[in-house]
């Protein structure tokens, strides 16, 4: 019976330290995300097209679904552009 809680503790030692290096390598791995601010204002002129063409044939609700995605791509845009022009320029 020792032997078996024996290793259930060194087991759960062990997944423990596991557990706790796992984020801090995938947090220093992830890529860098960059933003197609062009692509993006194309997304959201489609959506707003979209939203609009389904208030024309009466889908009130996928017309909201449509307008939501284009505003949260705009807000995601805003920041995008917003983040490229207070970010630390490098000086030549």
Do not use: Y
């Not at 791995?29 to 009466?58: E, F």
């Not at 679904?65 to 320029?89: L, M, Y």
């Amino acid at each position: 019976m020792r032997r078996i809680s024996a290793l259930a503790v060194t087991a759960a030692l062990a997944g423990g330290v596991l557990f706790t290096a796992l984020p801090v390598t995938t947090a220093t791995a992830a890529p860098h995300k960059t933003c197609n601010i062009n692509q993006m204002g194309q997304q959201v002129a489609d959506l707003k097209a979209k939203a609009a063409t389904l208030r024309k044939l009466g889908e009130p609700e996928a017309a909201k679904r449509a307008q939501a995605q284009a505003d949260a791509i705009a807000k995601k845009r805003a920041a995008c552009i917003k983040a490229d022009e207070t970010s630390a320029k490098p000086r030549w």
